[in-house]
């Protein structure tokens, strides 16, 4: 038996509820051997929050989770049956499949990336005020400000 990775709609919010609840179920159920891990998409954040570094879990997907499971009427029941699940993503009675390689990239998602995006947007900031010609700060000021950017995202 053959388990593929499916992606679930759910109650924006509620992912790692519905994940419990999911699990449990699971475990109740008379074939768990047909089901693999649920995921919930998160990444590692670092915020300033008054002043100091706050880590705390993001939901880069909200309102879905992943699901690596054998494809049954048994196992699409146990899923939709579910608290706060709205179905699958793909259509009808038959969902598509995501590859293994989706989604164990969907699961986590590195925080070099969020620096990368941040930066930039930044340099295309800089470059849209340049473009308009109400670009009036120094280029040490932006440099620091990147440099600063750098730094508080490690």
């Not at 924006?12 to 047909?34: A, C, M, Q, T, Y």
Request: charged share 30%; aromatic share 10%; glycine share 6%.
């Amino acid at each position: 038996m053959s388990r593929k990775w499916y992606v679930v709609h759910v109650y924006s919010g509620f992912e790692s509820k519905v994940k419990i609840s999911l699990e449990d179920r699971i475990r109740n159920s008379p074939h768990p051997e047909k089901f693999g891990e649920v995921l919930v998409p998160t990444e590692q954040v670092v915020e300033l929050v008054k002043g100091k570094k706050k880590e705390s879990s993001r939901k880069f997907y909200p309102g879905y989770i992943l699901v690596n499971l054998h494809l049954d009427d048994e196992t699409w029941h146990i899923v939709t049956n579910t608290a706060k699940v709205t179905g699958f993503l793909g259509g009808g009675n038959r969902p598509t499949p995501i590859t293994e390689e989706e989604a164990l990239h969907n699961s986590t998602r590195p925080n070099d990336l969020r620096l990368k995006i941040d930066y930039y947007v930044a340099q295309k900031q800089k470059e849209l005020r340049m473009m308009q010609g109400d670009y009036v700060e120094d280029e040490e000021e932006v440099d620091k400000d990147i440099m600063a950017l750098k730094s508080y995202k490690k």
